[in-house]
């Protein structure tokens, strides 16, 4: 079965660095999003992305925050100057062309931040 | 705002017992969606089951069964003679739609973090 794909699975960075979280969805998926989960915490909604834009995106996602599509396959989550409390398990989803809330969002394995 | 209860932070059982988890849902729109993810200790989120707002059937799927119920706004998720391989923590989420888009935003749960033991 197709998966969403995220890498690297573990990335540890130390205060004040740029790092960049990659996924690979699912190859027919149009709607891809970034959530977050802080370690024995709930997942949150951080930005959603069609069509080559953000359409949505929770208070979380301030100015440090940005994604991109570079190509036709990734997606990326960037954050410019990594804080503590950006420690946590990120995961990329994506939708099919449905798009609508009837089709589920198929999660990656995540990648865990670890900011020093 | 929507918003997603659960109410039972862990349950421990012992195998083959069945075990219910809770689900309690806030929303305003006549049309919605609610999920449940599963998160084994790998962390991966694996997602289990959809259901939409007009559909208030339950549905069995082997071991597992799913009780939505909309006068209690409650979705609630039944394990039958859980095993070992059950234990993980268990998010439901409530599809919020996002203006006319058709995308979707999900709220999820707090979690129930369920422990099987032999």
């Known amino acids: 079965e197709p998966e969403v794909t995220q890498t690297p699975s573990h990335q540890v960075t130390q205060m004040g660095q740029e790092v960049i979280l990659r996924c690979v969805p699912i190859?027919?998926?149009?709607?891809f999003y970034w959530y977050r989960q802080i370690l024995g915490q709930k997942v949150e909604f951080l930005v959603s992305?069609?069509?080559?834009?953000?359409?949505?995106k929770s208070e979380i996602f301030d100015d440090q925050f940005s994604v991109e599509r570079p190509d036709g396959s990734n997606f990326t989550l960037k954050i410019r100057s990594t804080k503590l409390e950006d420690s946590a398990m990120y995961f990329c989803?994506?939708?099919?062309?449905?798009?609508?809330?009837?089709?589920?969002?198929?999660f990656g394995n995540g990648t865990r931040l670890t900011v020093t | 705002a929507q918003k997603v209860t659960q109410a039972q932070t862990e349950i421990s059982v012992v195998e083959k017992e069945d075990v219910t988890l809770d689900c309690v849902y806030e929303?305003?729109?006549?049309?919605?969606?609610l999920f449940w993810y599963k998160q084994p200790p790998s962390g991966e989120l694996v997602f289990l089951i959809r259901?939409?707002?007009?559909?208030?059937q339950n549905e069995i799927s082997g071991r597992y069964s799913w009780n939505f119920q909309k006068s209690t706004s409650s979705f609630n998720f039944t394990i039958t003679a859980s095993q070992v391989v059950d234990s993980a923590v268990y998010f439901c989420?409530?599809?919020?739609?996002?203006?006319?888009?058709?995308?979707?935003?999900?709220?999820f749960g707090t979690g129930t973090r369920l422990l099987v033991s032999p």
């Open positions: 190859s027919n998926h149009l709607y």
């Open positions: 992305f069609y069509n080559n834009e953000i359409s949505e």
């Open positions: 259901r939409n707002s007009f559909d208030e």
């Open positions: 929303t305003r729109d006549t049309t919605y969606y």
């Open positions: 989803a994506s939708s099919d062309r449905t798009g609508g809330q009837n089709s589920p969002l198929h």
């Open positions: 989420a409530l599809s919020e739609a996002l203006g006319n888009t058709g995308f979707q935003k999900l709220v």
